[in-house]
């Protein structure tokens, strides 16, 4: 498989709607119910491959807790996502689920996230492990004290399982993140339908 193969399959891969209905149902009290978009983006976003991403409880769909735009790369055979925020984030909101609102995104007024690319690795073909680059530099303000992320991600064509927490870039102690274990999604439909060859050979 080449390159440009490799990345078409990862891109389909992520592209996608998760839900992790079964985990909620069976263990309401320690897990809401969450949606997970990954949708693709027009090209022209970030003149390369890219996607939006938003976390939702099931419930309140039109308010997400988490909303990023990502730039896909691939370097020394890791897939990379580098992170970006934006300032209008509430004129997105619900994008995963109604493309249209991307049109109201400022590509002049998007912001890197440093230190809070996500490098995904091949466990075997359709089947990526992704943590935040190394360094502890991705810094996430959390009731009042600044925290830095460690997340680990795993999907393939069937699930994604995930677990965000965050630590005292001091101390090393974990001051916030899931005390019940990893969240398990099922892929609910794909949203792959701008992945082709063109879309990723337009890749620097």
Known sequence: MNSQEDLILFANTLAGVYDNYDQSQGNPKDFARINIFFRPLPWTIFHGPGFYSEQCYDYSPWEPYRQGLHQLKKKDGLFIMENYGFNNSSRLAGAGKNPQLLKAIDVH?????????MHFKTKRAGHYIGSVEPGKNCLVPRDGKLTYLVSEVEVNEEIWISRDRGFDPETD??????EHGQLRFKRVSHLSDLINSEWIQQLN
């Open 109 to 117: 007024r998007i912001q890197p996230r440093c230190g809070c690319a």
């Open 173 to 178: 102690e974990q001051l916030w993140g899931s």
